[in-house]
């Protein structure tokens, strides 16, 4: 009844058609995401199609294979990297499978066969862990299609997000605010923070603010000229917004949002910290929030992290990720929830490679926190 088909390259406008084809897609799933991931020195890009017997495309699935294992905090640690990333590679992949029937049997056929589909590529790469993130506006995801993953070895990790409904008024989104968001956006507006979108003669200046940012976070970061014309040629696609705002004329942060499908994704947020009371930030996102809804998009998706667990130590949940969701929860949205596969392949090599992101982690807060006593 169906047939699998795995393609490197593909014809994208047919790609990005047969998305729309479901209102679960987000551009994480778009052909011009997937191929600027490709043209990565150290990434591959697959593209996963489940078509029926008229060759109508009923489910796919893009993913990136990356060949190196990636480590932030020292150019020591990124060489070592780059001599054990030989144990293997690493399948991930965001926002999907994007299956097309709202049949439920339909929906699981399909779904095992992008899973076999998953499990060819990487016998066939050497592939150390598979994970990837559901979309969370497909809300058929119930216990029968995640017991597919748990049959096929895949662990599951409960995420959550925060989703707006952008066919509300203004007020109405306004008022599902919280009290500390008002102020920032209110004190931005009384202080005349300025917003202008990325053109080329700012490029220069992004991803400056993004290296200052990153060495707050413990992180080394480069910027060389053809990475920033590669961003720039891949911005120019269409499917992303980069809002960047000044305060007194210094660009104090930036917000980096996607878009495809009606839905707009708040892909990265990032800060200066050079001002004690920096509020750039909240009133990039209240403008993205308003530029999305002005635009048609219909869902505002914040972006999220991983759920609380009563299992789980909770100094370190909230270490890692309380301070960021409390961010996401102030701006009003519902929360949702999606979920992370995970399939481990090779444990052995999965443990070696932890070894080394461990220390990557431990060292970038060391960094982190030395930064803050500055």
Do not use: C
């Not at 990790?157 to 707006?164: G, K, L, S, V």
């Not at 947020?269 to 509020?279: F, Q």
């Amino acid at each position: 009844m169906y047939r699998l088909k795995i393609e490197k390259i593909v014809d994208g406008d047919k790609w990005n058609r047969d998305l729309k084809k479901s209102e679960n897609s987000n551009f994480f799933q778009t052909f011009e995401y997937l191929e600027s991931q490709s043209n990565s020195t150290n990434k591959l890009s697959f593209f996963i199609s489940i078509v029926d017997h008229k060759n109508n495309t009923v489910g796919q699935l893009g993913i990136t294979l990356q060949n190196k294992i990636l480590v932030y905090s020292s150019n020591f640690l990124k060489s070592l990297a780059i001599i054990i990333s030989f144990l293997g590679n690493r399948i991930s992949w965001a926002g999907g499978p994007i299956i097309h029937s709202t049949d439920i049997e339909s929906r699981i056929d399909i779904l095992n066969m992008i899973l076999d589909g998953l499990e060819k590529i990487s016998n066939k790469n050497n592939v150390i862990i598979i994970d990837g993130y559901s979309t969370p506006f497909d809300f058929q995801i119930d216990n029968k299609y995640k017991k597919q993953f748990i049959t096929k070895k895949y662990s599951i990790q409960n995420f959550i997000t925060y989703i707006t409904d952008l066919t509300k008024n203004e007020d109405e989104i306004w008022e599902g605010l919280n009290k500390s968001a008002k102020r920032d956006v209110t004190k931005a507006q009384k202080n005349n923070v300025d917003v202008k979108e990325l053109e080329y003669n700012e490029l220069e200046n992004f991803f400056n603010l993004s290296k200052i940012w990153a060495k707050t976070k413990g992180i080394e970061k480069s910027n060389n000229f053809v990475m920033k014309e590669n961003y720039w040629k891949y911005y120019q696609k269409g499917i992303e917004k980069i809002f960047l705002a000044y305060e007194n004329g210094e660009l104090t942060a930036s917000h980096r949002i996607g878009y495809f499908n009606k839905i707009m994704y708040s892909h990265s947020l990032i800060n200066s910290y050079s001002k004690p009371n920096n509020i750039g930030g909240s009133y990039l996102t209240w403008y993205s929030i308003l530029w999305a809804k002005k635009n048609g998009m219909k869902m505002y998706d914040f972006s999220g992290g991983e759920a609380p667990d009563v299992e789980k130590e909770k100094e370190n949940y909230e270490k890692q990720w309380n301070s960021l969701l409390s961010y996401k929860k102030k701006w009003g949205g519902k929360e949702t929830e999606y979920f992370h596969f995970v399939k481990i392949k090779k444990r052995i090599s999965h443990k070696i490679t932890r070894v080394l992101l461990k220390i990557d982690w431990g060292l970038r807060n060391y960094k982190k926190n030395k930064q803050k006593e500055k």
